[in-house]
Every structure is written in C-alpha cells, then in structure tokens.
C-alpha cells in the first residue's frame, strides 16, 4: 500500500487514522475496531465491507503496530 495514500486516509467512522497489515490485505482501525479490507490494490472504505475485529485481534494489533 502506498504509504503516501495511507497517510491521508482516515475510518469513515472515527476519522482515525488507519494501519495496514500487509498479510490479511486490511486497513485497521484500532478506534472503531474495523478491518476495511484491500481489494486489487484498492482500499474499501465502506462500513458495509468492512470486518469487525474481535477484542484479541485490537490488542495485538495495536500493540505492535501491524505494517
């Protein structure tokens, strides 16, 4: 993901700013506990498509700052 993109990209919900992880092709939201996922190369930032993470994904995320 284009971290020039990433920089400017916030949750739809929240307004936070988002964190990509790179292995599930997701845009996180540690605030709102959404997943937006990746599509092609094409962030989904619709809360319709978008994938709530169970407590233990936030934590884990969170603390080591998903790349």
């Not at 599930?24 to 540690?30: G, K, M, T």
């Amino acid at each position: 993901m284009d971290k020039k993109i990433l920089s400017i990209l916030v949750c739809p919900l929240s307004k936070a700013p988002l964190v990509y992880d790179k292995q599930n092709q997701e845009l996180v939201c540690a605030a709102s506990g959404l997943a937006y996922p990746v599509r092609d190369g094409i962030p989904v930032m619709l809360e319709s498509e978008a994938r709530l993470m169970t407590a233990d994904e936030k934590l884990k995320k969170v603390s080591r700052g998903v790349d």
